[in-house]
């Protein structure tokens, strides 16, 4: 059968995903340096605490901009991560046999984002709340709040940095390394890249949604050929 491809994620989603990308790794490395003492001397002349505030400032306006301009886009993602039913359990159920064993026959058949997606789109959007309260204490209220208020803020800033640090080194890996994804050539990687994955990818990982493209495909092909006839004989009677 011949190569196909089928897309899976627009352009503006994917530009959104890399700027975020680099403006989160931005963050994450600087964020790093004031959090291991011995490379705060990188942060002594604060270039770091300039960066990582400009970074923070993009990380929460790219979204915001992207939501502006496409409202359905985002409802309509936020609504895909923020749905689950059970088929997120089976999802969990089948997950160790699946990523430790390999064995693919494991796995429910999933939709545009499986459950693992989910939870790194949940992750993300929650911790990126903590991130945002906490970062706006730390850079507005340092002299105004009370002592503790102020540890607390940077507690839990450290605590969401940990979590979605281990995280994003998951989701790296799952991503773009995990041997089931094969993702250089027909995975994850072209759908960040070029927006599209193989239908044979497609297949495979996300069954559910698979099926629903095809099956709006072959409507739309119906009703076109519907149409075309309609048409012919239309024509056929008043010619
Ligand atoms: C998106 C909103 C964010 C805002 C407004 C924000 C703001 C801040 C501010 C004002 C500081 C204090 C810097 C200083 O001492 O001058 C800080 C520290 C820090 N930030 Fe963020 N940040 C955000 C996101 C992030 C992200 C996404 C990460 C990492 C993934 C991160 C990791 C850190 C770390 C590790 C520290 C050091 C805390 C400590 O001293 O222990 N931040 N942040």
Redesign the pocket.
Known sequence: MAYQEVEKYSKPVRVLHWFNTA??LL??I???I??IPPLAIA?QD?WT?LI??I???L??AAPVIFALIYPGKAARALKEAFTWGSGDLDWLKAAPAYYFLADESAMPPQGHMNTGQKMWWFLTVV??VV??A???V??FARDTIAPTGFLWA??T??V??IV??AM?FVHLYLSVAHPLMRPLRTGSWSAMTRGTVSAEYARAHHARWFEEITAATHAQAAAANREKVLVGSHGGKTG
Do not use: E, K, Q
Request: charged share 10%; proline share 0%.
């Open positions: 403006s989160f963050l994450f600087t964020g790093l004031l959090f942060a604060s605490r990582h505030r970074a923070a400032v990380l929460v911790f990126g991130f945002v906490t970062g706006a730390m850079w940077i507690f800033h450290d969401a940095f979605t640090g994003l």
